[in-house]
């Protein structure tokens, strides 16, 4: 049968932009159409509520498929991905058993990572035996130079015999973002001796195809509080001086970008990640491309995604698997290399067993259940996503030429812009996770009201690091809160929070669950009551509740005649508060009524205020 193109839907007559207007128009009755509608994002443009075809008029990069340049759409013309674990390497022989249960239960991309000992005294055939090289990927990471080029020459010297274009390693150097940019110096003596080092080792595995010995850590702008944006631009930044630094040694642009690895964070941004890895694709291809390279194949973007750290919260801990698999649907979905979605408890402790399961587990349901695996770059087309892939690309090649003007990323790092940039995003999240604009459930709103901190959780993994000098900190966006619920379990004290509900009922029981979620944010034991038939009756029973805190919650018109009356009854017995903001605030307060919580309070401060009034 010939294959036909039809178009749906002819029957029914076209509606115009302005006919869609009109109706949203009349449907807001009179409200401000920006301030409803629009999206005012971090990245730096808006968002509107819709995207038509017209929305697409301008954008360029339309109408290639997967695999040609510039590779929005994906480098291969398949999404297949390798499902990546990493294991942290102090002991050769309990790593290599922990390496060979992962390789029997779907994981095919393995790290192992020397953070916490040196990569140039492991035992190469004690770490990888039993291992088939050429059924596997393996990635080795850690922050010393000259240690993991060893590494490189015992790896490559025990694998001598395989064949070269079989091989898939990756030797995850990276002395600009993960020595420079985070520790504050490069490890060598001087940041030419490691770009000479990375040089020899880029000569020395020309002949494998496979084989990539620059890592550019892209992940920790994002967990040190960056947006998308700055995400993307600072790390082809870092990668483009890598380009520069390496070319400056004789190597080709060939030569170079073919062994450098892009390892970016995945955050719950759901459509804006997906937009982002398909920008990113785009901006590295026309990056090399001024180089005039000899093949396109060395314009294609090679990408490691990894599941966001920032977001993951120590309490209602359970919450992080719903976060890693939404966020791997977004890597999946937009098309990388290899993918790895952090455990669950990965925030507080060393992964368990079945932490780590259900972080494979994530992607391999995904994949053969949900047949990711099976569409190349299902987004495409779309009007949304294809307008957050123009804007983003836009805005992160302003702020890559910003830093290019700069000097290159070395010179605007040593200078402070990148690290002042990141500062400014990360507070501007801080706020918003204070006052509640931006969500972290189970941390700053719906808490789990009976949750006390396990004995996992350390005050070392909720409080956050002092960001002093020019260095990037990454952390975790619910530490405050964390900290100050941590505080409050381990006190010895259990303060409680009574909600006195009455006046009109509707109003009542909704200020009522209002509160509940705002002081149980902070660990404080909350006791919700249906309704008080009188103001006598809930005092009484606030009374006998012995709780600290006492939650007058009414209507707005209740409160002026209700909040007094509390107030005499209950004397200084426990602290007041009224749930709203009431126009009759002012006249409270001239009664001694102070206290107030309502959707426009900065929990965090209010919260942190109230301890402080109970002695914690």
Known sequence: MANTKEKLFTEFPPVSTEQWEAVITTDLKGADYERKLVWKTGEGFNVKPYYRAENLADVEFLGTAAGEFPFVRGVRNDNTWRVHQTISVECAKAANETALKLLNSGVDSLGFCFCKSCACEVDVDALLKDIVPTAVELTFCGSNVKGLAALAGKVLAKYAGEDKDALRINFCIDPIIKD????????????????????????????????????????????????????????????????????????????????????????????????????????????????????????????????????????????????????????????????????????????????????????????????????????????FIESLTKNIATEAWALFREIEDKGGYIEAFRAGAIVEKVKASAATKDKNIATRRLILLGANQYPNFTEVADKAISEEAVTRKANEGNVLVPYRGAMAFEAMRLKVDRSGKAPKAFMLTCGTLGMARARAQFSCNFFACAGIRVEDNTFFKSVEEGVEAALASKAEIVVVCASDDDYATVAPKVKELLGDKAILVVAGAPACAPELEAQGITNFINVKSNVLETLKDYLNKLGI
């Open 180 to 383: 420079l940019s985070v520790a504050g110096d490069f490890c060598c003596k001087t940041g030419d001796e490691c770009f000479d080092t990375i040089a020899e080792l880029i000569k020395a595995t020309e002949e494998y195809k496979h084989i990539r010995v620059v890592n550019v850590s892209g992940a920790t702008f994002s967990n040190a509080g960056s947006t998308i944006v700055e995400e993307l631009a600072f790390s082809l930044s870092a990668a483009h001086e890598y380009v520069v630094k390496l070319m400056e040694r004789g190597l080709s642009i060939d030569q170079v970008a073919r062994k450098i690895r892009f390892s970016l964070a995945v955050t719950s941004n759901y459509f804006m990640e997906m937009a982002k890895f398909r920008a990113a694709r785009m901006l590295w291809a026309n990056i090399v491309k001024a180089y005039n390279p000899e093949r396109n194949c060395s314009c294609k973007m090679f990408t490691h995604a990894v599941t966001s750290s920032w977001n993951q919260t120590v309490y209602d801990p359970y919450v992080n698997m719903l976060r890693g698999t939404t966020e791997a649907m977004s890597a999946a979905i937009a098309g990388v290399h290899s993918l790895e979605v952090l455990p669950f408890d990965y925030a507080f402790e060393a992964p368990t067993e079945f932490s780590q399961r259900i972080a494979r587990n994530a992607q391999l349901l995904l994949m053969h259940e949900s047949h990711f695996d099976q569409v190349v770059d299902p987004a495409g087309g779309s009007y």
